[in-house]
């Protein structure tokens, strides 16, 4: 059974600031997605990273991906107060035609001025 | 705008009741899945549907039932519900399945 660990579960940092979140997977997989999600709304997407090394950037976010390791991290650069959401990844897994996503419990973040 | 739409937005039942959730996918999208996401967890996969049948399924009861229809909408039917069913349930429609989720806005359901 695939396994998704965020952590931190909760992050409060200051503007300005940097930090990693990081996801960790149990098995084998070629696909990870990074979302976010404002309070009763429902999922954003930012990254779907794709293969080992896959690096990629969206204003203040960088995702990476590192298949051997089975690890994913969402870097946050300067940190400003729209940031503040809770962020999930989320890895896909295959059997008998069917995908799904399995969901870190996600991490929580808070960014104050 | 997503694309997917839900319906109804929010949704209070009593416990025992059935309800059913719909969802409108994007056009040409094939592939529809849902998710119960429980409040202050991660959204957890209920199953998949692929051209009108289903072809995956999570953790959860039979009394948790779908249908998709040739216009790609699909419903989500729970039967006997609980208290612990109290979640939102999102929709997420694919053109290939595992590629590129679009998530619908949500169904709020609150049991009592």
């Known amino acids: 059974e695939l396994k998704v660990e965020q952590n931190p579960l909760f992050l409060s940092m200051q503007e300005g600031k940097n930090y990693t979140i990081y996801c960790n997977y149990s098995?084998?997989?070629?696909?990870l997605y990074w979302y976010r999600q404002d309070p009763g709304k429902s999922l954003e997407s930012l990254f779907v990273l794709l293969s080992n090394g896959a690096v990629k950037q969206e204003g203040r976010l960088m995702a990476s991906l590192d298949t051997k390791a089975r690890l994913s991290t969402l870097h946050i650069t300067a940190a400003v107060h729209d940031l503040s959401a809770t962020y999930f990844c989320?890895?896909?897994?295959?059997?008998?035609?069917?995908?799904?996503?399995?969901f870190g419990k996600g991490t929580k973040l808070s960014v104050i001025p | 705008e997503t694309g997917v739409t839900q319906s109804p937005t929010h949704l209070i039942k009593t416990r025992g009741q059935q309800v059913t959730l719909r969802c409108s996918s994007q056009?040409?999208?094939?592939?529809v899945s849902w998710y119960q996401q429980a409040l202050g967890q991660g959204p957890q996969f209920i199953f998949q549907?692929?051209?009108?049948?289903?072809?995956g399924r999570g953790n959860f009861p039979p009394r948790f039932s779908g249908l998709q229809f040739p216009n790609y909408s699909s419903e989500l039917n729970v039967n006997a519900l609980e208290l612990d069913d109290s979640a939102l349930y999102l929709c997420?429609?694919?053109?290939?399945?595992?590629?590129?989720?679009?998530f619908g806005s949500g169904t709020r359901l609150t049991v009592v």
């Open positions: 098995t084998t997989s070629d696909r």
């Open positions: 997420a429609s694919t053109h290939r399945a595992g590629y590129g989720y679009t």
């Open positions: 989320a890895v896909v897994s295959s059997g008998a035609g069917s995908y799904q996503l399995t």
């Open positions: 549907y692929y051209r009108e049948e289903e072809n």
């Open positions: 056009s040409g999208h094939n592939t």
